[in-house]
Each structure stands twice: as C-alpha cells, then as structure tokens.
C-alpha cells in the first residue's frame, strides 16, 4: 500500500511516517516508481511507534528496539521490551497506590 493509506490505516501523518524512516524506526520500504510501498509489517510496526509514544515511550528508546535481522523485525526484542516497559507500569502503579494509601490515613487522622 502507499504512504497515504498507511497514514490513514495507523493514525500517523504522512510527514511522521517519513520521520521514523529517516530515523531507522521502520525500514525503507520497497518502492514502486516514486513511490513508497509498505507491506503489513510496516504498518503493525508504526502502529507500535504510535502507541509506545502514546505511553511515553521515547523515540530514542525505541531505536534501539526496532532491529531488523535479514531484513525481518526481531519481534522477540521487541516483546522483551515491552514486556520492560510493562513492569515498569506496575511498578509506577503500585507507588501511586502506596501514596494514595499515605494520603487516606493522613485524611483518616483529621478529626473535624
């Protein structure tokens, strides 16, 4: 498919599609004549840029993450990464439960 249906299938511009190729993110796609052809890994991948930058998630970190073997995503780096990222989030969610705790026994100490 080209650029224009990709943008429209993952959400992303035409002009961030064209960034995360300069950046590495995704490869090069094939071209036909002048124009890019993405295929479906292409796009589960930029949907992945899309929703890692939804979480916060920093390009940069990302760089390092998607590798191409052979011309093939390392999924399983992938998956390890996001398996990092999601231990992460439990730990941020189980200190914002320990401080909303703090917070109902300071609350539950005021006598009125």
């Known amino acids: 498919m080209y650029i224009g ?3 429209k299938k993952t959400g992303l511009s ?9 950046k590495g993110l995704i490869r090069q796609p094939e071209r036909k004549g002048r124009y890019r052809v993405y295929d479906e890994t292409d796009i589960e991948l ?26 093939k995503v390392d999924w399983k780096k992938i998956k390890q990464f996001l398996s990092e990222i999601r231990k992460e989030l439990i730990s941020k969610i189980e200190d914002i439960n320990k401080q909303v705790n703090n917070i109902d026994k300071c609350y539950n100490q005021i006598n009125p």
Do not use: Q
Not at 14 to 22: H, S
Not at 59 to 70: A, C, Q, T
């Open 14 to 22: 035409i002009k961030a599609i064209r960034f995360y190729e300069e």
């Open 46 to 71: 930029l949907i992945l840029i899309k929703e890692a930058k939804d979480l916060g998630i920093t390009l940069s970190k990302l760089r390092g993450v998607m590798v191409y073997n052979d011309n």
């Open 5 to 7: 249906e990709a943008s």
